[in-house]
């Protein structure tokens, strides 16, 4: 993605439409991979709530078969 998170305090936020031009580059079978760059784990979708002021949430979970990738 063109957009990346920062370390600061306030987190990263794209709207509907970055994140729909984003994928739309993408075939309709692509596969979606959450991970936490800074833990190095995968995570797993767990759904989408409605926020007030017309936000989304995306809540997701750490994938109970992904262990942190220690690097060698």
Known sequence: MSKTMSRS????VITVGEL???L???PD???VI???PLRQQELS???LQ????GAVEIELNHYPRSPPIVPS
Do not use: D
């Not at 305090?9 to 990263?12: I, Q, R, T």
């Not at 409605?50 to 002021?53: A, L, N």
């Open 9 to 12: 305090a306030e987190p990263a």
């Open 20 to 22: 729909i031009s984003e």
């Open 24 to 26: 739309c580059r993408y």
């Open 29 to 31: 079978h692509a596969a």
């Open 34 to 36: 959450f991970r936490c």
């Open 45 to 47: 979708f767990y759904r």
């Open 50 to 53: 409605t926020r007030p002021e």
